[in-house]
Every structure is written in C-alpha cells, then in structure tokens.
Nanobody, 121 residues
C-alpha cells in the first residue's frame, strides 16, 4: 500500500526528491520517512499529518529536508537539499492512523519498501 521511489546516487551538496504513493486506507493517514544506514537502527527523518499542515523533522535534517503532501493527500514527498555523505541510507516511508509518537518506528504500522540514497563525498 506504500510505494517509495526516487532514490539514487548523488554527490555531496546535491539535491534529490523522494516520493511515496499510498493506496487504500493509508491515503488518509499520517505519513513519514525513516532511514536506515548499514549497521544502524532505523531512524526518524520527517513526518506530515493527513492534512499536510503539521510537519516534524529530525534535528539532523531540519533546514535541509522538506516533507510535503500533494493536494489529493495520497502521495508524500521528501525534498532533500544539501545532501551529505551521512545521509546515505535506505529510506522508507511509513503510515499510521493516529499520528502519535511520530519519532518512534514502532508507532508506524504500515511500511513501504525502501529506496536507496547514496551520497558520495
């Protein structure tokens, strides 16, 4: 029900935009981006509520990444600017009905497949 796309190989300082399309009931849920680097735990990146009004960011990406939702609410985007090598990870989109505990991966009940983002120095 969640399909992420847009990953790739870029150089430090470049930009990239990820997309996550939802279908079924998750189209009306809060949605988020998490990422997981090799050997590390999955970490919160950004989230947006169903209305596209309230957004949350990890400190490590605030000011560089922007999460948004399209007018039909079924697709979210993650605009990533000024990318750094430490942003390299598999990026996952997630959805949850209530929009609570957004920073915690276990709070998100629906997950899409990941998309690889690699930033070279």
């Amino acid at each position: 029900q969640l399909q992420a796309s847009g990953g790739g190989l870029v150089q430090a300082g470049d930009s990239l935009r990820l997309s996550c399309r939802s279908s079924g009931r998750t189209g009306s849920y809060s949605m988020a981006w998490f990422r997981q680097a090799p050997g590390k735990e999955r970490e919160f990146v950004a989230s947006v509520d169903w209305g596209g009004v309230n957004t949350y960011y990890a400190d490590s990406v605030r000011g560089r990444f922007t999460v948004s939702r399209d007018g039909r609410k079924s697709t979210i985007y993650l605009q990533m600017n000024s990318l750094k090598p430490e942003d390299t990870a598999v990026y996952y989109c997630a959805a949850q009905r209530t929009g609570t505990n957004v920073y915690i991966a276990a709070a998100w009940g629906y997950w899409g497949q990941g998309t690889q983002v690699t930033v070279s120095s």
